[in-house]
């Protein structure tokens, strides 16, 4: 019984890697996990900790929504710091791992610390659960349940071992699934986050005309001032931290730094790109347990009904403002003391 919650945060790192991204996922298993955790007895701070950690930390995975916006941009400017085109997908997994590292470090301590620990310790020696009255036995799956997971299974084979790019692959699977009538169109298209899109697209364009005008370099060198190249990190996850607690991590935090990585390393005159990116990356997301993001308010929501939602929310909201300093402290020790 202890291992419930442990086993979940793996089961949300597992979906949300290979595809869905963190939204996505939270909104697909946060009322399942919460809904368990209110049966179980498991707080459900200590709860949200793990399902948002997770999805979180799996965010960066080259197959999901967020990995994808993050390893464009890199990309991009792969040119700039000398890094190879064949090298990226193995960058693209290493920022995919540093955020797992981190974030799981994180959410785990705070899980223990909210009740998670002393909730665990009662469970020893216990009487064991039913699993049939927890989560009854699935039914057995469709054929388009079928297809739908060898599609999945195509795509992650096809970018991992035959590197082709993972948006065509998603277009062909996509329009084979419309040709034999897996899916229904109609509201695959009304299911798509376009805003979500057209903000990132903006964002992008924004930063294209705000880098044409020297902005970029002005916010490199007001960075750079207060910086070295190792507390570079730490500055980093402190700064997208405290923007990113009232602006979209993914849509205008990661568009907004990513791009000045090449600039910072010769402002400070030194430090890796990879440990700058991922201080960014981590630093904008660790806020995101906060109930002002999708993903806090949706575990607020499927809180079971004996929990207190404002005592819940209010819990929330510290521990994702707090997050600006605590990822600033885990950005410098990982990724400028440690160089992970």
């Known amino acids: 019984t202890a291992l419930i919650p442990i086993i979940f945060f793996f089961l949300v790192t597992l979906v949300t890697t290979i595809g869905p991204g963190n939204i996505a996922s ?88 909210f009740g998670g620990l002393a909730w665990m310790r009662k469970q020893s020696g216990g009487s064991a659960l039913n699993i049939d009255e927890i989560a009854p036995k699935p039914e057995p799956f469709t054929t388009k349940q079928w297809a739908t997971l060898a599609g999945i299974v195509a795509l992650v084979i096809s970018v991992i071992f035959l590197k082709w790019d993972v948006g065509a692959v998603a277009f062909g699977i996509g329009a084979i699934f419309l040709l034999f009538e897996i899916a229904d169109d109609a509201k695959a298209v009304k299911a798509m986050p376009w805003g979500v899109i057209v903000m990132v697209c903006g964002m992008s364009v924004l930063i294209d005309i705000m880098d044409q005008a020297g902005g970029l370099l002005a916010m490199v060198k007001m960075i750079g001032v207060i910086s070295n190249p190792v507390t570079i990190n730490g500055v980093l996850g402190f700064i997208t931290g405290i923007i990113s607690a009232y602006s979209s991590s993914s849509g205008v935090v990661m568009p907004m730094f990513l791009p000045m990585v090449p600039g910072l390393i010769k402002e400070v005159g030194g430090g890796n790109p990879i440990a700058l990116i991922s201080s960014i990356n981590i630093g904008a997301h660790l806020v995101d347990t906060s109930p002002l993001s999708t993903l806090g308010a949706l575990c607020i929501a499927s809180a079971a009904e004996h929990e207190d939602k404002a005592k819940l929310f209010r819990n929330l909201m510290l521990w994702g403002l707090s997050m600006s300093v605590v990822g600033a402290l885990v950005c410098y020790v990982a990724f400028g003391v440690l160089g992970l």
């Open 26 to 113: 939270t909104a697909l298993l946060a009322p399942v996990g919460m809904a368990i955790a209110g049966r179980i007895g498991v707080p459900a701070m200590a709860m949200t900790m793990l399902i948002v950690g997770a999805a979180n930390g799996a965010a960066f995975s080259p197959f999901a929504p967020t990995g994808i916006i993050s390893n464009g941009i890199i990309a991009k400017m792969a040119p700039q710091l000398g890094i190879p085109a064949d090298s990226l997908s193995s960058l693209a997994w290493k920022v995919h791992f540093n955020s797992e590292i981190v974030q799981g470090l994180v959410n785990f301590g705070g899980f223990f610390i």
